[in-house]
């Protein structure tokens, strides 16, 4: 059997093979979010639930800031998208946006 687990500290488990994943480069300020590894990867992901969208100068301060406030942290970059399209049930762009540009988290 194979197993693949994440956690922030080994496991200690018997046959345990630990790679090392660093957070991803954040936005140094809001003009270069899309150049970052973290908003490449929020974009990806909101792509895949919100196939329309993209960085744009509107919401891009919003991206950068997520990214740095996650600390560029992969895991924590999809949980955060999970949960706000799990929760919200948002299924376009315009409220995606929306949401980012208010600042609001949901529920």
Known sequence: MRLLATSR???HAAGEHT??????EVPADDAAAGY????????DRARAAVPDF???PRNTPAV???CRRLDGIPLALELHLEHIFGKLGLSSRTQLSTLMLAGREPG
């Open 9 to 11: 500290v080994p496991l």
């Open 19 to 24: 790679l090392l994943i660093s957070p991803l």
């Open 36 to 43: 970052s590894e973290a908003a490449a990867l929020f974009a």
């Open 54 to 56: 993209e960085l744009t």
């Open 64 to 66: 950068a800031e997520l």
